[in-house]
């Protein structure tokens, strides 16, 4: 089984920017596509963002539009989240997710940020945005 390990929080002014990475321990059927997540203190987890590895396609929360991009490095199997003009409420927990398992004949559009469709996780990198 493929496991993601994060990287690349912190803490960060308002309006700043971080990149997070994700590594795969290996390039496999299962990790073909990745996504990011986010869980802040008492609320749900929420997708960001998510890309197929082979066609680089990619899927982005309404919220996230403009702000953030999600790009692959085939030869260091890792897919990196950057996100730039950064909020006091994009403070969370980050999580790389991978092994998706979505049902046949829905797009992709409506699945992509729904956590159930995920069967591997990395243990999460903290960002934290202060004004």
């Known amino acids: 089984q493929v496991q993601l390990v994060e990287s690349g929080g912190g803490s960060v002014q308002t309006g700043g920017s971080v990149r997070l990475s994700c590594v795969a321990s290996e390039y496999s059927y299962s990790s073909r596509c990745m996504a990011w997540f986010r869980q802040a203190p008492g609320k749900e987890r929420e997708g960001v963002g998510m890309?197929?590895?082979?066609?680089?396609?990619?899927y982005y929360a309404d919220s996230a539009k403009g702000r953030v991009a999600i790009s692959r490095d085939h030869a260091e199997n890792t897919v990196s989240l950057q996100m730039n003009s950064l909020k006091p409420e994009d403070t969370a927990m980050y999580y790389c997710a991978s092994d998706c398992l979505f049902p046949i004949g829905i797009p992709y559009a409506d699945l992509w940020n729904k956590t159930q469709y995920y069967n591997t996780w990395g243990q999460g990198t903290q960002v934290t945005v202060y004004s």
């Open positions: 890309i197929y590895i082979a066609s680089g396609r990619t």
